[in-house]
């Protein structure tokens, strides 16, 4: 990084959430590269250690990727952050949103959402 015209050891430098965004940054380059064929983009918990601002501008970095694809994407995220699945299912209007959740014995249930806050079971 160059800071006033002199170059700024970086190691060690950056927060949590920067390496975050980086690091999404990199695959979402990567994935642009090497599988355009390949439409689907899967990402996990992508929001851990940002702020709410930063949650924001990753909703809508993903909004205008998936809307400037000609093809279309399938986009798979993992993650319990409801300011993005919120933000998400605003922008992009998926068909169904899926939610994975244990009952009281901790047995794992999938259920579809056609809203958010609307579910039905899944088989």
Do not use: W
Not at 62 to 69: A, G, K, N, Q, V
Not at 77 to 103: A, F, M, W
């Amino acid at each position: 990084m160059i800071v006033d015209g002199k170059e700024l050891e970086m190691r060690d430098r950056c927060s949590a959430g920067q390496k975050v965004l980086a690091s999404i940054l990199i695959r979402i380059a990567l994935a642009e590269v090497f599988a355009t064929s390949c439409p689907i983009l899967a990402l996990d918990e992508p929001t851990t250690n940002l702020d709410v601002d930063k949650i924001d501008n990753i909703g809508h970095m993903l909004t205008r990727l998936i809307e400037s694809r000609e093809d279309h994407i399938q986009l798979v995220v993992i993650t319990h952050d409801k300011q993005l699945v919120s933000l998400l299912h605003l922008s992009c209007r998926p068909e169904y949103v899926y939610g994975l959740s244990k009952n009281e014995y901790g047995v794992s249930k999938l259920k579809r959402h056609t809203r958010i806050g609307d579910t039905q079971d899944v088989n």
